[in-house]
């Protein structure tokens, strides 16, 4: 095939077709939202962020205990000036979306932004316990520092509980694109409107889903290949349930085995319960109770 004549005489055909079906499909970017490269400079802020939460841990250089007033300064100035552009187009981009011209997103990306990072001590305060019971709940867990460094349930829900302040604060897109983020190299995936109490465990991970609208409490463990879901993402009429309570509530002190499935919005587990491994549960289990499949 003579590839110079193919480029001149077909590939303007194929470049008409994609331009043509691009009106079928998502519009091409524009300067407002995030293109790819604004959702890797996401990550790298992501990365700083937990770099801010445990210094010495997630930064790229060691931190000494001298230097990390200074380093939390000037990390959090840097995080500052690179996410508030990202949350501005973000808002800028659903205002277009939703044909909105009565607001200042300039001024609800400085909000958004403040409270996120006047948040982080409360955050770390809550992972610190996180990670407490991380270290009560494994017997294989030696150190601290071995669980911050390298157990993936740390990275999940110190991710999760940054994009559940911004998911809170109404940013959209971002939230989505740091769980889904945390989902692919932890393999936790976790909805950014997921509400999660402290002392939250996650042993080994793999598989883990937890649906947006899951209310988690006090002191919660749960196993790899637990799926906190949804029965059925449509109503009766094949619509989505957009703004209705799908995922069910797991109360203080419950214990998951690996491979349960817990689904409906109406579904809660009471407090203190125990559910087996690779149980299917549909309906409310009483405070206390343990659930099994029998052999």
Partial sequence: MDLTKWMNERLPQIVDRLEKDLSAGPEAKSDDGLDLAGRNEIYEVLDDILAVLFPGYYSRDKVGK??????????????SFRLVKHIREVL?????????????????????????????PEIRATLLQDISAAEAGDPAAQFLDEIILSY????????????????????????????????SRT???????????????IDHGTGVVIGETCSIGRNVKVYQGVTLGATSPFDKDGKPRTGQKRHPDIEDDVIIYANATILGGSTVIGKGAVIGGNTWITKSVPPGECVYNKE
């Fill in 152 to 183: 993936p349930c740390v990275e999940a829900i110190a991710t999760h509980r940054v994009a559940h302040r911004l998911y809170a604060l109404g940013v959209p897109i971002i939230p989505r694109i740091l769980s889904e983020r945390a989902h």
């Fill in 66 to 79: 001298a230097d990390t007033n200074f380093f939390i300064a000037d990390m959090l100035r840097h995080i």
């Fill in 187 to 201: 393999g936790i995936d976790i909805h950014p409107g997921a509400q999660i109490g402290p002392g939250f465990f």
């Fill in 92 to 120: 800028r981009y659903r205002c277009l979306k939703d044909k909105c011209d009565d607001c200042s997103c300039e001024e609800k990306a400085r909000e958004a932004l403040v409270s996120l990072i006047e948040s982080l």
